[in-house]
T-cell receptor, first 116, second 110 residues
Framework: GAGVSQSPSNKVTEKGKDVELRCDPI?????LYWYRQSLGQGLEFLIYFQGNSAPDKSGLPSDRFSAERTGGSVSTLTIQRTQQEDSAVYLC??????????????FGEGSRLTVL | DAKTTQPNSMESNEEEPVHLPCNHSTISGTDYIHWYRQLPSQGPEYVIHGLTSNVNNRMASLAIAEDRKSSTLILHRATLRDAAVYYC???????????FGTGTRLKVLA
């Protein structure tokens, strides 16, 4: 399909390891978001990319978290030296026309990260 | 960021209408009201949005109070597949930071 694709769908890692989560947005969408959802909680904003502008990283919880978006398309969220509190579902969303205030966010199914 | 307040949970019987409330007393004139829902084990999906007037689409209706300090998402005939967490979100023209609260968990009883 032509929806937002995330991989891996599930990742189990050991505390202290680095992980990379990938998001492939809908073609042509210039806006891309990463959110984190801990068990039973709402969505926590992490980072936002819009075209070639500098990303809004204000939601990243620590310097262990980073994200990049190559060529205005695919994005990778990297978590270094993972901790147990990083266990969550990481959701990616893309959109066009977001700056009008009416843009619809299209979400992927998420990457479930479990840190042992 | 303008905040929204929703009940933590609601129940409805199948085939009956459901009215999901949202309070947003600090809404500004340029804030749009959006609703998303999250089915179990899925990412959120768009339901509806509006600014001042009531809105209808194939999924639901959005009723916006005259003073815009509250709104109600209406599911006309709840089905078991409508069981989800429903999020009410405000967004302003020119901004992009959609802030999701904890939403309302809707349980639909057969």
């Amino acid at each position: 399909g032509a929806g937002v694709s995330q991989s891996p769908s599930n990742k189990v890692t050991e505390k202290g390891k680095d992980v990379e989560l990938r998001c492939d947005p809908i073609s042509g969408h210039t806006a891309l978001y990463w959110y984190r959802q801990s068990l039973g909680q709402g969505l926590e904003f992490l980072i936002y990319f819009q075209g070639n502008s500098a990303p809004d990283k204000s939601g990243l919880p620590s310097d262990r978290f980073s994200a990049e978006r190559t060529g205005g398309s695919v994005s990778t969220l990297t978590i270094q030296r993972t901790q147990q509190e990083d266990s969550a579902v990481y959701l990616c969303a893309s959109s066009s026309g977001i700056l009008t205030g009416t843009g619809e966010l299209f979400f992927g199914e998420g990457s479930r990260l479990t840190v042992l | 960021d303008a905040k929204t307040t929703q009940p933590n949970s609601m129940e409805s019987n199948e085939e009956e209408p459901v009215h999901l409330p949202c309070n947003h007393s600090t809404i500004s004139g340029t804030d749009y009201i959006h609703w998303y829902r999250q089915l179990p084990s899925q990412g959120p999906e768009y339901v509806i949005h509006g600014l001042t007037s009531n809105v209808n689409n194939r999924m639901a209706s959005l009723a916006i109070a005259e003073d815009r300090k509250s709104s109600t998402l209406i599911l006309h005939r709840a089905t078991l597949r409508d069981a989800a967490v429903y999020y009410c979100i405000l967004s302003a023209s020119g901004t992009y930071k959609y802030i999701f609260g904890t939403g309302t968990r809707l349980k639909v009883l057969a």
